[in-house]
């Protein structure tokens, strides 16, 4: 080895100091995991509900919320968005039951949304308080490409359903088991970017807009 990289190698050893054992290390791991506390951010001066509206309407997130007190009143609220947005009451449905059995009166629906389908609502299987997130689970009734191809998707979602941390949707999914699903799809505001001349763009690779119905 040559005294060059010899200098350049004990100047690397000399910046990081003394190493931890492997057993150290290990076992730092081991307390992390075991304590999740540790490694969570905490917000408990808000409840679940709070959190979860503060952080899908923050400015990074970009969503708007109605509150509704039962899933009958959903078809209402999203005539109500329809309405305020000046969109044509034409959209597209996610093809579940407790949407589909809902009185859709003065809206034309259908279930198969086009590449450029200005609207989609879809129920969402679970929500994160932590970072105002919605949680799609794929099925058959379920299809994943309604949560994309919408310039405006309408999620509807219940809030007994909204989880408190990211990790608490793992028992929800059914890893390594029949039912588990083809796709889980977490979904966190409205599609942006930043890569031109670094000014946010909305709707560059999926929804520009989403308006968020909480049936409490």
Known sequence: MSVARQTIFQAIRSA?????????????????IEEPSKRRPRFT??????????????ERVTATVAQVS??????????????????APNIAVQPRATLARLDWSGIEIHHDPSADEPVAVSIADLAVA????????SAPDAPTLMNFLPLHHVVVVKSDLIQRHLEDVYPFVGAGQDNQPRNLTIVTGTSGTADIEAKNIRGAHGPRYMHIIIVE
Request: cysteine-free; overall charge negative; aromatic content about 6%.
């Open 70 to 87: 039962a899933l009958a009143d959903v078809p209402g609220a999203v005539a109500d968005y329809l309405q305020s947005a000046s969109l």
């Open 45 to 58: 001066q808000q409840s679940s509900l709070e959190r979860f509206i503060e952080k899908a309407t923050s």
């Open 16 to 32: 990081n100091g003394t190493q931890k054992p492997v057993e150290q290390v290990l076992a730092d791991a081991k307390a992390l």
């Open 130 to 137: 932590e970072t105002g997130s919605v949680v799609f689970l």
